[in-house]
């Protein structure tokens, strides 16, 4: 009996993990995942393994990536950035703080010059506490060593490389990444295609944020740019558009709910229309993103 209820409380710890560190649902699960990369446009690419997207600029000032994923994944992500050029990229933005897309910090901080908001740096430099689960600080060498407060760039490879600050959506550190030459946007976890995202409320994070800056990155992004998700394919501005109305929608639905006095269980047994059962088939199902909305606006 001990050991059944020790393998139960790891396979709900690992869950909580998981769910801390985004949505991986996009890809088929490998027990020795790989990494694989596709050129995008210009002198961009998408490395995909395990966590987080990767996207990297490649050309003859060297490599800069967006993200690093999992630090199990460095030793193979080092190997697929040597087959464009180099193993040791020149420098590292973090979209955000979370692991999927920051341990790789633990293996390229030793070389590369690591590049976030201040936001980011703070929180990787202490303890955090995700889903009741605490995460440890990293140590210095992956702690980002360039900051900003709203935005900076990069000129590297013939093009400006454009970091933006979006204030409490994911998290309380989202940068959204401009390569402005090759027209593409790396917008990390403010975006999931066509499925329900996570919004981390105890990392800053806001649903009416959210919808804030998704609303001005359609309104900023050019209508012929490919965008990098946080997970999952290359996508278009009009993936962009669906994803905002179904964050529009949706909150509505349940604020319209809260005014009339419903309870959350009420709320969730209401559920969304049958158009948006496929949202909640990926990772954040549709009873955790109700409950994210319900909270995120209770704040209030």
Known sequence: MRKILVLFCLVSFLASLALA????????????????????????????????????????????????????????????LKELGSEKPRFVFNTHWHGD????????????????????????????????????????????????????????????????????????????????????????????????????????GSVQGLINNIASLIAEIRPDAKLIPGHGPISTLDDLKAYHAMLVDTSKMVQDAMKKKKTLDEIKKAGFPENYKSWGSGFIKTDFWIETIYKSYSKK
Not at 101 to 128: E, M, P, Y
């Open 21 to 80: 560190h985004g949505d991986n649902s996009h890809f088929p699960q490998q027990a020795d995942p790989t990494v694989k990369t596709a050129k995008i446009a210009g002198n961009i690419y998408l490395l995909q393994g395990r966590g987080g997207n990767v996207g990297a600029s490649v050309g003859p000032d060297g490599i800069l990536i967006v993200d690093d994923d999992y630090q199990q994944m460095s030793v193979k992500l080092a190997a697929a």
């Open 101 to 204: 897309h920051t341990q790789g910090n633990l293996f390229f901080g030793k070389d590369s010059i690591i590049i976030a908001h201040a936001n980011v740096r703070k929180r990787v430099s202490q303890d955090n506490t995700v889903f009741g689960e605490v995460t440890k600080a990293y140590p210095s060498h992956a702690w980002p060593i360039v900051t900003y407060t709203k935005d900076m760039s990069v000129h590297l490879n013939g093009e400006e490389i454009k970091a933006v600050y979006y204030p409490n959506g994911h998290t309380d550190g989202d940068t959204v990444i401009f390569f402005t030459g090759s027209n593409v946007v790396h917008l990390g976890d403010d975006f999931f295609v066509a499925r329900f995202p996570f919004v981390d409320l105890d990392s800053g």
